[in-house]
């Protein structure tokens, strides 16, 4: 096990009591048609990032 992954338990474990699953609500409550509208404005830039994170080791 990587010491990564232990703090990533514990930080997980500590904060167990605070947990609100109702805080993840507002992401589903607009509809599919408008979470994919923006998903396809949004592959753009993020292919971008993407091919900038791949080719910069070569550069």
Same mark, same amino acid.
């Given at each position: 096990?990587? =010491? =990564?992954?232990?703090g990533v ?7 167990w009591n605070? /947990? ?23 592959? =753009? ?7 900038? /994170? ?6």
């Amino acid at each position: 096990m990587s =010491f =990564f992954l232990i703090g990533v338990l514990m930080v997980f474990l500590f904060m167990w009591n605070q /947990l609100n699953v109702y805080y993840l609500l507002p992401i589903g409550s607009s509809g599919i048609q408008n979470i994919a509208a923006g998903a396809q404005k949004a592959i =753009f830039p993020i292919g971008g990032t993407e091919m900038l /994170l791949w080719l910069f080791p070569f550069t």
